[in-house]
């Protein structure tokens, strides 16, 4: 039997850390669909279609791997997608708390859905999506951050000339 994974989340954009998470999940998992949450609670810097168009061109030498958008519950999506888990990431002990709180709360909708967490590499533990665009917004080098592509992206946004 395939085993299926969904790996959801805002990707507003993806940094060095979520490549980091599929990569590893690839390995472990016959498919893994990463899932761009489109109905965030926050405005997005990038709309959803733009998440999954930079995700999907990142990750493109990875052949099992499928990007599309997402809305509404997270587990009626991963039961018609046929998914075996959702996949997480734990960077710091404060992304304990929510996580566990979510995993609960999906196994109570969803019992047949286990929740995986992945730990990135140590030197992606700092990262997140707005950390990255804060230093885009005030021109600071973000090369180490995320892959090339969004660097071009979020300089584009933010307008600032792009040096390779
Ligand atoms: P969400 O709004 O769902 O938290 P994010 O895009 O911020 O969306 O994160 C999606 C998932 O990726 C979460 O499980 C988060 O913990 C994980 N993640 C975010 N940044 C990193 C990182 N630097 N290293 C590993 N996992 C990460």
Do not use: C, W
């Amino acid at each position: 039997m395939p085993r299926i994974a969904l790996y959801p989340g805002s990707f507003d954009p993806l940094t060095n850390g979520h490549l980091d998470l599929i990569n590893r999940t690839v390995h472990i998992f016959n498919q893994v669909i990463v899932a761009v949450a489109s109905n965030l609670q926050k405005a997005p810097l990038f709309s959803a279609q733009e998440r999954v168009e930079m995700i999907k061109e990142v990750t493109q030498n990875l052949p099992t791997v499928t990007v599309t958008t997402f809305d509404g519950l997270l587990v009626d999506f991963a039961r018609t997608h046929k998914v075996d888990a959702i996949v997480r990431g734990l960077r710091v002990v404060s992304d304990f708390e929510y996580e566990l709180q979510m995993a609960s709360i999906n196994r109570q909708l969803g019992p047949e859905i286990e929740t995986v967490f992945m730990v990135p590499n140590a030197k992606y533990a700092y990262l997140s999506s707005s950390i990255v665009k804060e230093v885009a917004s005030l021109g600071g080098e973000i090369k180490a951050f995320v892959p090339p592509l969004v660097k071009e992206r979020l300089e584009k946004k933010f307008g600032i000339p792009t040096v390779t």
